[in-house]
């Protein structure tokens, strides 16, 4: 505050944040940096492009789930419900409806976020643990729908038979149907998409209400906010971002399986928040890249990896309580 | 601009509150008091809508408010503070006053950050922030805060949704010497110089005698006394009352 001397209180109140560690532009750089030059330096460590595609994608998921946990400081232990809604849907037009990748993609988001938005309607005003046992149940509804409409879904086996088509026509054709950089840098561009648009969104007035009904809720009613109005539309956008993502799963795998709507993977979103830092922005992301490559990893040596993740999850919260990015404790963004 | 008439609250076979009345004109400083156990509280929920009275009615600027729940009020114009500071801890002071703007600005649906929502909602607020002297520190945390500075943002959030009504539930609570000076001065200076109307309740009889134009003083529930300060001073049921609870 020491360049303050001089200006009139009332100004620097408003223009003279204060300045984190780190300038947010420079995380930005460095975010959108690391993520384009993947390609480059992934193979250097061992890895492969597919491996950073499911970053991406589950990061998606983590960051959609994360508007509502981190943000509105609401607990959703179903997200999976509709990141396999988005996953299946997308899936079922490729096979079925028509060989068209935007379509598959707007056709999921819708069913996964249609059905969140609808299915909030009814749990807006349970809070805490009767809030996560509602979203767990309507989960699981939707993961023994896909498990046991076999003739449709591909049952326990999953859906397969579809392919993610090239976009575009005539010349300016993008073909992402083969794997490698081009199909991650397809991935990127609507990922980057998606976490700009959530960026606006939590530095808007409206993100600024879902704050301030985390921190308390009393005091945000007392403000005439909307509380339920609020958290309902939380919930909903998040159910979008996260079929959205879930769209993208069944582009990457050219699969959609059961268990991308179990509740297991609705808690391994919860953990990549927690692990990342759920009071950040980007604590999902980091959540998720941790937890993908541990899985990788990990399970090509074990069928215990999920044991491995576990204690390494422990350690995380012991040590890192507000999450691996939590310490950087962004104001206002965060 | 505040009218109430005649109201009673009963919990079950407990009358908390009965019969009162009051009226509150433009630009007045209010104060209601009374021993322990006398309703004030209760009373004060009724007018802000945390619950509505049994019996009676309760008219804000002509408009009868007896039924209209608490977070309509607010938009109707009544700012309250409550007796347990309440403020959103983990972020600044100047978010937290500009949340409060902002609801006011009706923009709790705009999704997307423009410069006419920003500037509309960051300018009250750096007026409010400027107003209870707290610019310096619009950065910190508010739960980094001392409890006056916690107690003075909750004031310049009801002042960042622009009420023609200030209702303050003992604004000096829990605060030592200093700190109870510094919110008198504060809610002299919206009084007198800002033309604030304000209603508070408050057990600090220096402060309560220092700021009000007219004292409303409630016993077991009823009606005791009304008058001036000099007035309540001398009244003999009121020190009666008084004297009666310390026995």
Known sequence: MSTDVGTSPAITSVAARRSPIVPRWGVLILVWAVLIAVPYWLPLLGGYTALAGRVLVFGLAAMGLNLLLGFTGVLSFGHAAYFGLGAYGAGLTLRYLAHSTPLAMLLGTLLGGLAGSLFGLLIVRRRGVYFAMCTIAFGQLWYYLAYSWNDFTGGFDGLRDFHREPIGFGRLTLDIAQGGDRFYFFLLAVFAAAVGLMGLLVRSPFGHTLRAIRENERRARFLAIPVERQIWLSFSISCFFTALAGTLYALLNNFADPLALHYSLSGYFVVMCVMGGMRTFWGPLVGAALFVVLQDYISSMTVNWMSFVGAIFVLVVLFFPRGLLGMRRIRGSA | ?247
Do not use: C, W
Not at chain 2, 25 to 45: M, S, V, W
Not at chain 2, 236 to 241: G, I, L, P, S
């Open chain 2, 1 to 247: 601009m505040l009218e109430v008439r005649n109201i009673t609250k009963r919990f079950g076979n407990l009358v908390a509150v009965k019969d009162v009345s009051m009226s509150v004109k433009i630009g007045e400083l209010r104060a209601i008091i009374g021993p322990n156990g006398a309703g004030k509280t209760t009373f004060f929920n009724m007018i802000s809508g945390y619950f509505p009275p049994t019996k009676g009615s309760i008219l804000f600027q002509g408009e009868d408010v007896t039924h209209v729940p608490a977070h309509q009020r607010v938009a109707l114009g009544m700012g309250r503070t409550f007796q347990i500071t309440e403020v959103f801890p983990e972020l600044t002071v100047h978010e937290n006053v500009l949340t409060a703007a902002e609801v006011k600005a009706g923009q709790t649906l705009h999704m997307l950050p423009n410069r006419a929502d920003a500037k509309l909602a960051n300018d009250v607020a750096a007026e409010m922030l400027a107003l209870v002297g707290l610019t310096a520190k619009a950065d910190r945390l508010v739960g980094e805060l001392s409890h006056g500075d916690q107690r003075t943002t909750e004031i310049a959030m009801a002042l960042a949704q622009l009420p023609r009504l200030l209702l303050l539930d003992e604004p000096t609570a829990g605060m030592g010497d200093q700190e109870t000076y510094e919110i008198t001065t504060l809610i002299r200076r919206l009084h007198r110089e800002r033309n604030y109307t304000i209603v508070l309740i408050e057990h600090d009889m220096r402060v309560v005698f220092h700021l009000a134009d007219y004292i409303t003083v409630l016993d077991q529930g009823g009606l005791l006394a009304e008058g001036k300060p000099d007035e309540i001073a001398a009244s003999e049921a009121v020190q009666a009352a008084y004297l009666g609870e310390s026995r």
